[in-house]
Protein backbone atom coordinates (compact mmCIF):
# COMPACT_ATOMS: atom_id res chain seq x y z
CA UNK A 1 0.00 0.00 0.00
CA UNK A 2 1.10 3.20 -0.76
CA UNK A 3 1.78 6.56 1.99
CA UNK A 4 -1.26 8.09 0.78
CA UNK A 5 -3.19 5.10 1.10
CA UNK A 6 -1.60 4.46 4.92
CA UNK A 7 -2.16 7.91 5.60
CA UNK A 8 -5.78 8.48 4.08
CA UNK A 9 -6.51 4.80 5.96
CA UNK A 10 -5.41 6.04 9.00
CA UNK A 11 -7.47 9.78 8.97
CA UNK A 12 -10.43 7.22 8.47
CA UNK A 13 -9.81 4.95 11.49
CA UNK A 14 -9.11 8.08 13.81
CA UNK A 15 -12.43 9.81 12.59
CA UNK A 16 -14.40 6.83 13.67
CA UNK A 17 -12.76 6.42 16.80
CA UNK A 18 -13.41 10.22 17.30
CA UNK A 19 -17.05 10.05 16.43
CA UNK A 20 -17.56 6.73 18.17
CA UNK A 21 -15.85 8.38 21.88
CA UNK A 22 -18.51 11.56 21.05
CA UNK A 23 -20.68 9.48 20.80
CA UNK A 24 -19.95 8.02 23.97
CA UNK A 25 -19.35 11.03 26.13
CA UNK A 26 -22.49 12.67 24.46
CA UNK A 27 -25.06 9.84 26.16
CA UNK A 28 -26.75 11.85 29.02
CA UNK A 29 -25.98 10.92 32.78
CA UNK A 30 -28.70 8.90 34.45
CA UNK A 31 -31.08 10.84 36.52
CA UNK A 32 -30.90 11.24 40.14
CA UNK A 33 -33.02 9.17 41.81
CA UNK A 34 -33.42 6.73 38.98
CA UNK A 35 -33.89 2.77 40.32
CA UNK A 36 -31.79 0.60 38.58
CA UNK A 37 -33.39 -3.10 38.65
CA UNK A 38 -30.56 -6.14 37.85
CA UNK A 39 -32.05 -9.50 37.16
CA UNK A 40 -29.70 -12.37 37.31
CA UNK A 41 -31.62 -15.82 35.92
CA UNK A 42 -30.22 -19.58 36.27
CA UNK A 43 -31.32 -22.45 34.39
CA UNK A 44 -30.30 -25.95 34.89
CA UNK A 45 -30.55 -29.59 34.31
CA UNK A 46 -30.08 -32.79 36.01
CA UNK A 47 -27.42 -36.22 34.53
CA UNK A 48 -30.53 -37.63 32.85
CA UNK A 49 -31.43 -34.07 30.76
CA UNK A 50 -34.40 -33.14 33.05
CA UNK A 51 -35.20 -29.44 33.19
CA UNK A 52 -35.79 -27.85 36.12
CA UNK A 53 -37.48 -24.53 37.12
CA UNK A 54 -35.34 -21.31 36.78
CA UNK A 55 -34.36 -19.15 39.89
CA UNK A 56 -33.41 -15.84 40.22
CA UNK A 57 -32.47 -13.02 42.12
CA UNK A 58 -32.87 -9.34 41.98
CA UNK A 59 -30.76 -5.75 43.38
CA UNK A 60 -32.44 -3.02 43.20
CA UNK A 61 -29.93 0.54 43.37
CA UNK A 62 -30.85 3.97 43.51
CA UNK A 63 -28.62 6.68 41.59
CA UNK A 64 -27.45 9.22 43.51
CA UNK A 65 -27.03 13.08 42.76
CA UNK A 66 -23.61 14.04 40.69
CA UNK A 67 -23.44 17.95 40.22
CA UNK A 68 -22.05 19.48 37.34
CA UNK A 69 -21.86 22.80 35.91
CA UNK A 70 -20.93 24.67 32.52
CA UNK A 71 -20.36 28.50 31.67
CA UNK A 72 -20.32 29.47 28.54
CA UNK A 73 -19.40 33.25 26.88
CA UNK A 74 -21.59 34.17 23.89
CA UNK A 75 -18.25 35.11 22.47
CA UNK A 76 -15.47 35.40 24.67
CA UNK A 77 -13.11 38.40 23.52
CA UNK A 78 -14.82 41.72 22.64
CA UNK A 79 -13.19 45.36 21.81
CA UNK A 80 -15.54 47.97 23.34
CA UNK A 81 -14.02 51.43 22.97
CA UNK A 82 -13.11 53.57 25.83
CA UNK A 83 -15.30 55.55 27.40
CA UNK A 84 -18.26 53.41 26.13
CA UNK A 85 -21.91 53.00 26.68
CA UNK A 86 -23.81 49.89 28.64
CA UNK A 87 -22.24 47.11 27.06
CA UNK A 88 -23.11 43.19 27.81
CA UNK A 89 -21.57 40.24 28.25
CA UNK A 90 -23.84 37.10 28.44
CA UNK A 91 -22.61 33.80 29.56
CA UNK A 92 -25.05 30.65 29.54
CA UNK A 93 -25.13 28.75 32.98
CA UNK A 94 -25.84 24.77 32.12
CA UNK A 95 -26.55 22.16 34.74
CA UNK A 96 -24.84 19.39 33.39
CA UNK A 97 -24.83 17.27 36.34
CA UNK A 98 -28.00 14.78 36.75
CA UNK A 99 -30.62 16.39 38.97
CA UNK A 100 -32.09 19.74 39.86
CA UNK A 101 -29.42 22.01 41.41
CA UNK A 102 -29.48 26.11 42.43
CA UNK A 103 -26.57 27.84 41.53
CA UNK A 104 -24.54 30.73 42.83
CA UNK A 105 -21.75 33.11 40.53
CA UNK A 106 -18.95 35.47 41.59
CA UNK A 107 -16.76 37.02 39.38
CA UNK A 108 -13.18 38.09 39.09
CA UNK A 109 -12.28 41.63 36.81
CA UNK A 110 -9.04 40.58 36.04
CA UNK A 111 -5.63 42.35 36.03
CA UNK A 112 -7.06 45.89 35.11
CA UNK A 113 -9.63 46.39 37.33
CA UNK A 114 -9.75 50.64 36.76
CA UNK A 115 -10.48 49.83 32.74
CA UNK A 116 -14.29 49.40 34.52
CA UNK A 117 -16.12 52.43 34.95
CA UNK A 118 -19.18 50.40 36.36
CA UNK A 119 -20.18 46.48 36.65
CA UNK A 120 -24.02 45.28 36.68
CA UNK A 121 -25.87 42.56 35.88
CA UNK A 122 -28.93 41.37 34.42
CA UNK A 123 -31.06 38.11 34.69
CA UNK A 124 -34.38 36.67 34.02
CA UNK A 125 -35.32 40.64 32.49
CA UNK A 126 -34.36 41.76 35.84
CA UNK A 127 -31.41 44.36 36.64
CA UNK A 128 -29.16 43.88 39.44
CA UNK A 129 -26.83 46.60 40.68
CA UNK A 130 -24.15 44.06 43.14
CA UNK A 131 -23.22 40.78 42.54
CA UNK A 132 -24.76 40.11 45.86
CA UNK A 133 -28.47 41.25 44.80
CA UNK A 134 -27.68 38.91 41.70
CA UNK A 135 -27.00 35.80 43.95
CA UNK A 136 -30.00 36.18 46.08
CA UNK A 137 -31.96 35.82 43.72
CA UNK A 138 -30.31 33.12 41.84
CA UNK A 139 -30.49 31.29 44.89
CA UNK A 140 -34.33 30.29 44.43
CA UNK A 141 -34.46 29.38 40.84
CA UNK A 142 -34.05 25.62 40.43
CA UNK A 143 -31.91 24.48 37.24
CA UNK A 144 -32.97 21.31 36.36
CA UNK A 145 -30.51 18.85 35.10
CA UNK A 146 -29.52 20.09 30.88
CA UNK A 147 -31.26 23.13 31.46
CA UNK A 148 -29.07 26.41 30.85
CA UNK A 149 -30.36 30.20 31.80
CA UNK A 150 -28.28 33.20 30.97
CA UNK A 151 -26.58 35.73 33.05
CA UNK A 152 -25.93 39.07 31.26
CA UNK A 153 -23.30 41.43 32.73
CA UNK A 154 -23.59 44.82 32.28
CA UNK A 155 -20.52 47.24 31.62
CA UNK A 156 -18.86 50.39 30.75
CA UNK A 157 -15.50 50.87 30.18
CA UNK A 158 -14.04 54.16 31.26
CA UNK A 159 -12.00 57.06 29.51
CA UNK A 160 -8.54 57.41 29.10
CA UNK A 161 -8.09 52.97 28.73
CA UNK A 162 -7.16 52.63 24.93
CA UNK A 163 -4.82 49.69 24.16
CA UNK A 164 -5.49 48.46 28.20
CA UNK A 165 -6.49 44.87 28.22
CA UNK A 166 -8.30 42.47 31.15
CA UNK A 167 -9.91 39.13 31.21
CA UNK A 168 -13.32 39.26 33.13
CA UNK A 169 -14.01 35.94 34.39
CA UNK A 170 -17.88 34.44 35.83
CA UNK A 171 -17.65 31.57 37.90
CA UNK A 172 -20.87 29.40 38.16
CA UNK A 173 -20.68 26.81 41.52
CA UNK A 174 -23.47 24.15 42.30
CA UNK A 175 -25.26 24.99 45.55
CA UNK A 176 -25.31 21.18 46.57
CA UNK A 177 -21.86 20.23 45.39
CA UNK A 178 -19.10 23.49 46.24
CA UNK A 179 -16.59 21.37 44.79
CA UNK A 180 -18.55 21.58 41.43
CA UNK A 181 -17.89 25.05 39.53
CA UNK A 182 -17.13 26.57 36.28
CA UNK A 183 -15.47 29.69 35.30
CA UNK A 184 -16.11 31.60 31.78
CA UNK A 185 -14.20 34.34 30.98
CA UNK A 186 -14.31 37.21 28.45
CA UNK A 187 -10.54 39.07 27.07
CA UNK A 188 -11.52 42.33 27.04
CA UNK A 189 -9.13 45.26 25.21
CA UNK A 190 -10.28 48.59 24.55
CA UNK A 191 -10.09 50.08 21.11
CA UNK A 192 -7.59 52.72 20.96
CA UNK A 193 -8.00 56.22 19.10
CA UNK A 194 -4.96 58.27 18.36
CA UNK A 195 -3.86 61.96 18.57
CA UNK A 196 -1.56 64.67 19.29
CA UNK A 197 -0.74 68.18 19.02
CA UNK A 198 1.88 70.39 18.97
CA UNK A 199 2.20 73.78 19.76
CA UNK A 200 4.71 76.26 20.59
CA UNK A 201 4.73 76.65 24.67
CA UNK A 202 4.78 80.58 24.39
CA UNK A 203 2.17 81.41 22.05
CA UNK A 204 -0.11 78.16 22.18
CA UNK A 205 -0.22 77.84 18.67
CA UNK A 206 1.39 75.93 16.08
CA UNK A 207 3.04 78.47 14.13
CA UNK A 208 4.98 81.42 15.30
CA UNK A 209 7.83 83.77 14.43
CA UNK A 210 10.53 85.56 15.86
CA UNK A 211 13.55 87.83 15.41
CA UNK A 212 16.74 86.66 16.50
CA UNK A 213 20.30 87.99 16.74
CA UNK A 214 23.09 85.36 14.91
CA UNK A 215 24.51 82.91 18.16
CA UNK A 216 24.72 79.43 19.48
CA UNK A 217 22.33 77.41 22.13
CA UNK A 218 19.25 79.25 21.51
CA UNK A 219 16.07 77.55 22.56
CA UNK A 220 12.41 76.96 21.67
CA UNK A 221 9.87 74.80 23.26
CA UNK A 222 7.18 72.58 22.07
CA UNK A 223 4.21 71.37 23.68
CA UNK A 224 3.40 67.77 22.47
CA UNK A 225 0.06 66.83 23.77
CA UNK A 226 -1.53 63.20 23.57
CA UNK A 227 -5.19 63.83 22.35
CA UNK A 228 -5.60 59.80 22.16
CA UNK A 229 -7.45 57.59 24.34
CA UNK A 230 -4.40 55.51 25.57
CA UNK A 231 -0.86 55.48 26.57
CA UNK A 232 1.62 56.06 23.58
CA UNK A 233 5.07 56.89 22.34
CA UNK A 234 5.85 59.37 19.95
CA UNK A 235 8.36 60.33 17.35
CA UNK A 236 9.76 63.62 17.59
CA UNK A 237 11.53 65.15 14.11
CA UNK A 238 13.01 68.54 13.26
CA UNK A 239 14.04 70.12 9.97
CA UNK A 240 14.73 73.49 8.61
CA UNK A 241 13.77 74.85 5.48
CA UNK A 242 15.68 76.21 3.58
CA UNK A 243 17.92 75.06 6.03
CA UNK A 244 20.76 77.90 5.37
CA UNK A 245 20.93 79.78 8.81
CA UNK A 246 19.45 77.37 11.52
CA UNK A 247 21.03 74.12 12.87
CA UNK A 248 19.28 71.66 15.63
CA UNK A 249 22.07 70.60 17.91
CA UNK A 250 19.68 68.91 20.83
CA UNK A 251 15.85 67.72 22.05
CA UNK A 252 15.47 67.77 25.72
CA UNK A 253 12.23 67.17 27.89
CA UNK A 254 10.65 64.73 30.67
CA UNK A 255 10.44 60.74 29.17
CA UNK A 256 12.31 62.10 25.86
CA UNK A 257 15.34 60.26 24.66
CA UNK A 258 17.34 61.04 21.60
CA UNK A 259 20.18 59.11 19.71
CA UNK A 260 22.93 60.14 17.45
CA UNK A 261 20.50 62.11 15.17
CA UNK A 262 19.65 65.90 16.91
CA UNK A 263 16.73 66.12 14.47
CA UNK A 264 15.51 63.27 15.79
CA UNK A 265 13.81 61.74 19.32
CA UNK A 266 11.35 59.96 21.07
CA UNK A 267 8.87 60.67 24.13
CA UNK A 268 8.02 57.26 25.32
CA UNK A 269 4.58 56.59 27.31
CA UNK A 270 2.81 59.50 27.45
CA UNK A 271 -0.55 59.06 28.70
CA UNK A 272 -3.88 59.84 27.63
CA UNK A 273 -4.65 63.96 27.99
CA UNK A 274 -0.95 64.22 28.97
CA UNK A 275 1.44 66.48 27.43
CA UNK A 276 5.33 67.24 27.89
CA UNK A 277 7.37 70.71 26.77
CA UNK A 278 10.04 69.45 24.60
CA UNK A 279 13.03 72.17 24.43
CA UNK A 280 14.55 72.41 21.15
CA UNK A 281 18.21 73.57 21.10
CA UNK A 282 19.51 75.42 17.73
CA UNK A 283 21.95 77.84 16.31
CA UNK A 284 21.83 80.55 14.38
CA UNK A 285 24.32 81.55 11.51
CA UNK A 286 25.60 84.58 10.94
CA UNK A 287 24.26 85.69 7.69
CA UNK A 288 22.74 88.91 6.08
CA UNK A 289 20.16 90.85 8.51
CA UNK A 290 16.77 89.85 7.07
CA UNK A 291 18.19 86.19 6.41
CA UNK A 292 14.90 84.13 6.86
CA UNK A 293 14.90 80.17 7.80
CA UNK A 294 12.17 78.00 9.38
CA UNK A 295 12.38 75.20 12.23
CA UNK A 296 9.89 72.86 12.07
CA UNK A 297 8.76 70.22 14.88
CA UNK A 298 6.68 67.11 14.30
CA UNK A 299 5.70 64.96 16.49
CA UNK A 300 4.15 61.23 15.29
CA UNK A 301 2.64 58.33 16.62
CA UNK A 302 4.85 55.20 16.62
CA UNK A 303 1.86 52.76 16.68
CA UNK A 304 0.19 54.84 13.90
CA UNK A 305 2.47 57.42 11.83
CA UNK A 306 -0.18 58.25 9.88
CA UNK A 307 -1.48 60.49 13.09
CA UNK A 308 0.97 63.16 13.87
CA UNK A 309 0.99 66.75 14.08
CA UNK A 310 3.95 70.01 13.20
CA UNK A 311 4.72 73.11 14.72
CA UNK A 312 7.14 75.88 12.80
CA UNK A 313 8.90 78.21 14.24
CA UNK A 314 10.02 81.07 11.30
CA UNK A 315 13.07 82.97 12.29
CA UNK A 316 13.76 86.39 10.38
CA UNK A 317 17.67 87.28 11.29
CA UNK A 318 18.21 90.96 13.18
CA UNK A 319 21.38 92.79 13.67
CA UNK A 320 22.08 96.13 15.47
CA UNK A 321 22.60 98.91 12.88
CA UNK A 322 24.27 101.55 14.73
CA UNK A 323 24.50 105.35 13.46
CA UNK A 324 26.12 108.29 15.07
CA UNK A 325 25.93 112.15 14.48
CA UNK A 326 27.97 114.92 16.00
CA UNK A 327 27.13 118.57 16.34
CA UNK A 328 28.56 121.97 17.77
CA UNK A 329 26.17 124.21 19.23
CA UNK A 330 26.53 127.88 21.12
CA UNK A 331 23.92 126.84 23.55
CA UNK A 332 23.84 124.97 26.31
CA UNK A 333 20.12 124.12 25.67
CA UNK A 334 22.52 122.83 21.98
CA UNK A 335 19.22 124.60 20.04
CA UNK A 336 21.69 127.02 18.20
CA UNK A 337 24.18 125.35 15.78
CA UNK A 338 27.25 126.78 15.22
CA UNK A 339 27.93 129.33 12.20
CA UNK A 340 30.78 130.65 10.71
CA UNK A 341 33.62 130.90 12.83
CA UNK A 342 34.51 130.56 16.51
CA UNK A 343 36.92 132.69 19.02
CA UNK A 344 38.77 131.76 21.48
CA UNK A 345 37.51 132.20 24.99
CA UNK A 346 34.16 130.90 23.40
CA UNK A 347 32.02 128.16 24.87
CA UNK A 348 31.23 124.99 22.55
CA UNK A 349 28.86 122.42 23.20
CA UNK A 350 29.39 119.35 21.26
CA UNK A 351 26.19 117.09 21.27
CA UNK A 352 27.38 113.12 20.01
CA UNK A 353 24.00 111.22 19.14
CA UNK A 354 23.82 107.27 18.19
CA UNK A 355 21.01 106.30 16.56
CA UNK A 356 19.63 102.58 16.40
CA UNK A 357 17.74 101.90 12.98
CA UNK A 358 13.78 100.75 13.00
CA UNK A 359 13.52 97.11 12.36
CA UNK A 360 16.71 95.62 13.68
CA UNK A 361 17.88 93.82 16.88
CA UNK A 362 18.83 96.16 20.25
CA UNK A 363 22.89 97.53 19.66
CA UNK A 364 24.70 96.36 23.73
CA UNK A 365 27.46 98.29 25.13
CA UNK A 366 27.60 101.03 23.29
CA UNK A 367 31.22 102.18 23.47
CA UNK A 368 32.16 105.95 21.92
CA UNK A 369 35.52 107.50 22.47
CA UNK A 370 35.92 111.10 21.95
CA UNK A 371 39.49 112.26 21.86
CA UNK A 372 39.62 116.36 22.46
CA UNK A 373 41.08 118.22 19.96
CA UNK A 374 44.40 120.24 21.68
CA UNK A 375 42.70 123.64 20.83
CA UNK A 376 39.83 123.36 23.19
CA UNK A 377 39.50 122.69 26.99
CA UNK A 378 37.16 120.51 28.63
CA UNK A 379 34.74 122.35 30.99
CA UNK A 380 32.04 119.61 31.60
CA UNK A 381 29.56 116.96 30.17
CA UNK A 382 25.98 115.63 30.74
CA UNK A 383 23.32 113.20 28.75
CA UNK A 384 19.90 113.20 27.44
CA UNK A 385 18.85 111.71 30.89
CA UNK A 386 19.20 108.07 29.65
CA UNK A 387 20.05 105.91 32.86
CA UNK A 388 21.70 103.70 30.37
CA UNK A 389 24.65 106.35 29.86
CA UNK A 390 27.39 106.14 31.92
CA UNK A 391 30.15 109.03 31.07
CA UNK A 392 33.66 109.64 32.57
CA UNK A 393 37.08 110.76 30.81
CA UNK A 394 40.98 110.22 31.35
CA UNK A 395 44.01 112.97 30.72
CA UNK A 396 44.05 116.13 32.51
CA UNK A 397 42.94 117.39 34.91
CA UNK A 398 40.66 118.87 33.04
CA UNK A 399 40.04 115.80 30.87
CA UNK A 400 41.45 115.26 27.27
CA UNK A 401 39.63 112.18 26.39
CA UNK A 402 35.82 111.59 26.92
CA UNK A 403 34.60 107.65 27.24
CA UNK A 404 31.21 107.53 27.58
CA UNK A 405 29.30 103.99 27.39
CA UNK A 406 25.36 103.43 26.56
CA UNK A 407 24.11 99.72 27.96
CA UNK A 408 21.41 98.82 25.50
CA UNK A 409 19.96 101.01 22.31
CA UNK A 410 16.71 99.50 21.15
CA UNK A 411 15.31 99.31 17.14
CA UNK A 412 14.61 102.66 16.03
CA UNK A 413 15.39 104.39 18.99
CA UNK A 414 18.45 107.53 19.73
CA UNK A 415 20.26 108.85 22.85
CA UNK A 416 23.02 111.45 22.85
CA UNK A 417 25.26 113.30 25.77
CA UNK A 418 27.37 116.38 25.11
CA UNK A 419 30.42 117.76 26.13
CA UNK A 420 30.75 121.35 27.24
CA UNK A 421 34.42 122.90 25.84
CA UNK A 422 35.97 126.65 25.61
CA UNK A 423 38.24 127.74 22.26
CA UNK A 424 41.68 128.31 24.03
Given amino acids: MSSK ?12 LAAAFAATTAEAQTAEGDTIRNIATATFTDANSNSYAAV ?15 VTPDAGTAS ?3 PSTALTMAFTVENI ?47 TAS ?14 QGGESTVYQLTATSVRDAGE ?13 FGVTVVEQGS ?3 TTTANLLPGNGQTVVFTVTNTGNGTESFDLLTSQVPGTMLSVTAMAGTGVSQGGDPDSARVTDLGPGSSVDVTVTFNVADLAAGTVDSLFFLARSVAQPATNDEGAYIVTLVKPALTILKEAFTDAGLTTAVAGNVLPGQSIWYKITVSNAAGTAAAQT ?29 GGPPWTHVDAQLTTLGAGASAYFWIEVTIN
Fill in 5 to 16: ALKAARTLILAG
Fill in 56 to 70: ADTVDIIVGFQAGIS
Fill in 80 to 82: PPS
Fill in 97 to 143: GNGVDTVQVAEDLGLTPAMFDSVGYNWNSTDYTTLAALNTALASFEL
Fill in 147 to 160: ATTTINVVYKIAAD
Fill in 181 to 193: SDPGQYTLTAGET
Fill in 204 to 206: GVD
Fill in 366 to 394: IDIDDDLPTQVTYVGSGDDGNPNWTISGT
